[in-house]
């Protein structure tokens, strides 16, 4: 059952709420453009709910709201104390929500019902452990002689314009939010037109925890129209982007003569090297849990990239064919799927686009290479390419779907090269039994995560960003807060 601006849906016997509006200035506001976009489910093509357009009015009344916030200097005059109860109020209704959540969140995004349940925690987590450090953002006292006082401060840019990801939406949301809110900057936040429903549930929490009016706006749309008029608003302080370079640079071109800093977190083609002493049992589940078993590949720290070496290649490739080709390929609504769908046909496309790119280039296809043919689903079949050379397109471009290439090497010089041979510098792991070669390895890789005998050893307290043109600026722990804020100096002669 659907009206115009709530989405009621059935689940187990059970009616869940959802808001289809935007959020601006502390509540849900009726529609302005009168336009709405359909959110279609990618195991099935059927519409999960037709979310508000905001367009040029719903956009200025964003900025207005947020910009009022900052100018009231709400975040920055708030108690530390204060702020962080705000944000763990915010994490425990996350958690309470995280069933009901996960469930909208699988069918506009695809992934498993338990993928997106634990997104929920995460985010959860996230707003948890930033709660903890409202008080504990330190000023520096730098001395310059006896007659002078000096200190650094952290400070807000001003109305922070976040533009999120349909990979990860809810998780994104929270990292950007969580840490922009710790600065001082007051926030725009659009969520991807492709799966934004699940990401009103934060205003709806932002609703029962009385966030102060304006701090944080919610708005939704297409990229390519609504993204695009939120980057050129003369409104927006500092931008935060998590997608491709494509985009980015596009997001730079339209700022550079306001010369608006920018924090961004993109593509990658992320490399696993394997030497002859690895435990390969291991690596091949690291390589089905890195490319293949996360989101189907959609994801920009996946193991897109095989590097082994020829002593240990014949065990590792067929024990990963057979293992991929076990793989269940099915919607996320079933509990025993692997795989589940690309996000949309576009991306199937593309996909498919690339497999094609590889055969034609030369690549052997060890496994998979076409798309399930499952309902009206966007599934494709795992993939594995052998014989890549570092020239292909495949060997290259992020293909952001479940396929990997695996490249031999002779020794640990040809292996950084292959490493470092593409534009991207994003994650990457080594798979040895020597710590020393791990850390020489670790040493030359040029990325910004490294992982060693596993794949996404990660916290929320931990440190993330890329090298190149996978972006800059730093997400988690303490490296993120900062990396959302500018410095400020005070110098005082003393009389």
């Not at 009016?213 to 302080?237: A, F, M």
């Not at 998979?368 to 052998?386: M, S």
Request: charged letters at 25%; hydrophobic letters at 40%.
């Amino acid at each position: 059952m659907l009206d115009s601006y709530n989405i009621l849906v059935l689940f187990d016997l059970k009616i869940i709420f959802m808001e289809l509006r935007n959020f601006i200035n502390g509540r849900f506001i009726n529609s302005i453009s009168k336009k709405k976009i359909p959110i279609l489910n990618p195991s099935n093509q059927k519409v999960v709910g037709n979310i508000d357009e905001a367009l040029d009015n719903e956009i200025n009344l964003a900025f207005e709201s947020a910009k009022k916030a900052f100018d009231k200097r709400i975040l920055l005059d708030m108690d530390a104390k204060e702020k962080s109860m705000m944000m763990r109020v915010i994490a425990n209704k996350l958690r309470e929500k995280k069933i009901e959540g996960g469930k909208i969140l699988s069918q506009e995004n695809g992934k498993t019902i338990a993928q997106c349940v634990g997104e929920f925690e995460g985010a959860a987590n996230t707003f948890d452990y930033y709660a903890g450090l409202t008080d504990k953002i330190e000023h520096k006292i730098i001395p310059s002689g006896n007659d002078t006082f000096n200190y650094v401060v952290l400070e807000p840019f001003g109305v922070s314009l976040q533009i999120v990801p349909w990979n990860y939406p809810v998780s994104i949301f929270s990292g950007m939010v969580a840490q922009n809110l710790i600065v001082g900057n007051t926030i725009v936040i659009k969520p991807p037109e492709l799966c934004p429903i699940s990401s009103n549930f934060y205003g709806q929490i932002f609703q029962e925890v009385g966030v102060p009016d304006g701090i944080i706006n919610i708005v939704h749309g297409y990229g390519e129209v609504t993204g695009r008029k939120l980057v050129q608003h003369p409104s927006s302080d500092y931008i935060v982007f998590t997608g491709s370079p494509q985009v980015a640079s596009e997001i730079l071109k339209e700022t550079a003569d306001r010369i608006v800093p920018t924090h961004f977190e993109l593509g990658g083609k992320s490399a696993a090297i394997i030497y002859p002493d690895a435990d390969i049992d291991k690596a091949v589940d690291s390589t089905v849990k890195g490319i293949f078993e996360p989101n189907a590949g959609q994801i920009c720290v996946a193991m897109s990239r095989v590097i082994i070496h020829p002593k240990v290649k014949d065990e590792y490739m067929t024990k990963l064919t057979e293992k991929t080709k076990k793989l269940k390929i099915g919607s996320g609504d079933n509990a025993d799927t692997q795989v589940t769908p690309l996000i949309s046909q576009e991306q199937l496309k593309r996909v498919s686009n690339y497999v094609k790119s590889g055969i034609q280039s030369g690549a052997t296809l060890a496994v998979g290479g076409e798309a399930a043919e499952i309902g009206d689903g966007n599934y494709f079949k795992p993939t594995v390419f052998d014989n890549v050379k570092t020239d292909y397109t495949i060997a290259q471009e992020e293909i952001f779907g479940p396929v990997t290439s695996v490249f031999d090497f002779n020794d640990e010089d040809e292996a950084i090269d292959i490493a470092n041979s593409t534009k991207y510098g994003l994650a990457s792991g080594v798979f040895t039994a020597d710590d020393q070669k791990a850390k020489w390895t670790a040493d030359r890789i040029q990325a910004g995560i490294i992982w060693q005998n596993d794949w996404f050893v990660d916290g929320v307290n931990l440190p993330g960003g890329g090298y190149k043109r996978s972006g800059y600026g730093r997400d988690g722990g303490v490296d993120g807060i900062y990396s959302h804020g500018q410095t400020k100096r005070i110098s005082k002669r003393l009389l």
